[in-house]
């Protein structure tokens, strides 16, 4: 079993940066894709941005595509998101995820077995 804690959110002005962490234990951190999601309030969990197992592969969903970048840091067991040009509409709560089914080009919840608590990010305007 994977544990997964996210840090790194909260309150920023429009136009500025954060920079989300995922520390992982329990399992072969090197083993698994990781991937950011997020939730809106009163709206469905949406992929943002995965990474494979090396960091060699990363895709981005196209509303934060140029904006955001995935990586990681398998000596450290953390995947990191930095986000920067933040907009008010990316205000949601920020989850990791983990799949160990790395053939899977999968941007899908339900393909993902381990998940954080969220943290939320908050973009005033």
């Known amino acids: 079993q994977v544990q997964l804690v996210e840090s790194g959110g909260g309150l920023v002005q429009a136009g500025g940066s954060l920079r989300l962490s995922c520390a992982a234990s329990?399992?072969?951190?090197?083993?698994?894709?990781m991937a950011w999601f997020r939730q809106a309030p009163g709206k469905e969990r949406e992929f943002v941005t995965r990474?494979?197992?090396?960091?060699?592969?990363?895709s981005y969903a196209d509303s934060v595509k140029g904006r955001f970048t995935i990586s990681r840091d398998n000596a450290k067991n953390t995947v990191y998101l930095q986000m920067n040009s933040l907009k008010p509409e990316d205000t949601a709560a920020y989850y990791c995820?983990?799949?160990?089914?790395?053939?899977?080009?999968?941007?899908?919840?339900?393909?993902?077995?381990?998940w954080g608590q969220g943290t939320q990010v908050t973009v005033s305007s």
């Open positions: 995820a983990a799949t160990g089914r790395y053939w899977l080009t999968t941007t899908r919840t339900r393909d993902f077995d381990y």
């Open positions: 990474i494979s197992r090396t960091g060699g592969s990363t």
């Open positions: 329990g399992g072969t951190f090197s083993g698994y894709v």
